[in-house]
Structures are given as structure tokens and as C-alpha cells.
């Protein structure tokens, strides 16, 4: 189970956005869901992954977050003479961050 113990630990001040980041950036290659939001069947290149903290709200029980992610996709098979092709890429992800242990769970919107 990924945990996000900094984002948590700075809830809600102003330095919760900046150890979000820290923490999604820190993540191991994959584990967040952005294959399923790549718009041309390619491969996610999640090497340089940039994010935008669209909306933050709070449960008794859990801390909402919707971050935009920005990312390439790799797209492979054309019979180009550029083969593969990367391409800049965009998804937004909820995350849920459990307010008692830090576990998060990720999921496309």
C-alpha cells in the first residue's frame, strides 16, 4: 500500500501542495494510473512527470485530492522514420488519502 505520510502530516496548510508533489514524484514507476488515460494507445513515459493541484477537500475520514498530471506518451508501431513517437500528454487522477494511516488510493477521472 503507497502512503503519502508528508501530504498528510501538512494537511491543510500551504505546504501540503509541494509535499503532495514530493511524494507522487518519489513514487515507484507505474503505480500511478496513467495508462488508462493515454489518448493514443502508446506507452506512458512517467520519467518527467509535472503536476497541477486542481481541487483539495476533506472528510472526518479522508483527504480528497484532484491533480492534473502531466506526462509523455510513447507511441510505437507507425513504420515511421521517427519511430516511436513522444507526444506530451494530460489525465487527472483523484487521490484518497486515508486521514488515520496515510494510505492512498489513486483513480482516473
Not at 83 to 109: G, M
Given at each position: 500500500?503507497?502512503?503519502?505520510?508528508q501530504?498528510?502530516?501538512?494537511?491543510?496548510?500551504?505546504?501540503?501542495?509541494?509535499?503532495?508533489?514530493?511524494?507522487?514524484?518519489a513514487?515507484a514507476?507505474?503505480?500511478l494510473?496513467?495508462?488508462?488515460?493515454?489518448?493514443?494507445?502508446?506507452?506512458?513515459?512517467?520519467?518527467?512527470?509535472?503536476?497541477?493541484?486542481?481541487?483539495?477537500?476533506?472528510?472526518?475520514?479522508?483527504?480528497?485530492?484532484?491533480?492534473?498530471?502531466?506526462?509523455?506518451?510513447?507511441?510505437?508501431?507507425?513504420?515511421?522514420?521517427?519511430?516511436?513517437?513522444?507526444?506530451?500528454?494530460?489525465?487527472?487522477?483523484?487521490?484518497?488519502?486515508?486521514?488515520?494511516?496515510?494510505?492512498?488510493?489513486?483513480?482516473?477521472?
Amino acid at each position: 500500500m503507497i502512503k503519502l505520510q508528508q501530504a498528510l502530516h501538512d494537511w491543510p496548510t500551504k505546504s501540503f501542495e509541494q509535499s503532495l508533489k514530493n511524494e507522487l514524484l518519489a513514487l515507484a514507476p507505474g503505480i500511478l494510473p496513467l495508462q488508462q488515460g493515454v489518448a493514443q494507445g502508446g506507452y506512458v513515459d512517467d520519467s518527467d512527470l509535472q503536476f497541477t493541484l486542481l481541487d483539495k477537500s476533506a472528510t472526518a475520514h479522508q483527504i480528497v485530492v484532484k491533480v492534473g498530471v502531466f506526462f509523455s506518451e510513447i507511441i510505437a508501431g507507425c513504420s515511421c522514420g521517427d519511430d516511436p513517437v513522444s507526444e506530451h500528454a494530460y489525465c487527472e487522477i483523484s487521490i484518497h488519502i486515508d486521514r488515520k494511516n496515510a494510505e492512498a488510493w489513486f483513480y482516473l477521472v
